[in-house]
């Protein structure tokens, strides 16, 4: 006698359960990694690029902006081109959640937000990749 399916309810709540657990390891592994590194009195180096060999898509984001405020475009381009579109979306996102915790009091963003950092994130990491080595 075969089991009756499980009600997709259980299935959707095993799956955030388990996006939920993969999210705090993640976090531990990041705090972990630049703990290990700042207890060595050094610049922790970027987690991504030394597990794969590639930049992250926001790779040189703060030299980008340090460059834009400096106003050498130029140069902050190189650093990272999609620094001014990721910052208006951390800026948007932060603002769409406070709103939302005002009316709800819930912390929930539509879902054109997930589309638009993919977006983004992809572009950047397309640009990155594009770009010279040497701004990595």
């Not at 972990?32 to 700042?38: D, F, I, R, V």
């Amino acid at each position: 006698m075969s089991e009756p399916l499980r009600p997709p309810r259980d299935r959707d709540m095993a799956v955030r359960r388990g996006l939920r657990m993969a999210a705090w390891c993640a976090v531990i592994l990041y705090c972990g990694w630049n703990l290990y590194w700042l207890c060595r009195l050094r610049v922790p180096p970027a987690l991504f690029l030394a597990l794969t060999g590639l930049p992250s898509p926001t790779t040189g984001g703060t030299r980008s902006f340090r460059a834009l405020c400096a106003g050498e475009w130029r140069e902050s381009l190189r650093w990272n081109a999609m620094t001014v579109p990721i910052l208006a979306l951390l800026s948007a996102s932060i603002v769409g959640l406070f709103l939302s915790w005002l009316r709800t009091r819930r912390l929930r963003l539509p879902q054109w937000f997930l589309w638009a950092w993919c977006f983004v994130l992809i572009a950047a990491w397309a640009l990155k990749l594009a770009g010279d080595r040497a701004y990595w």
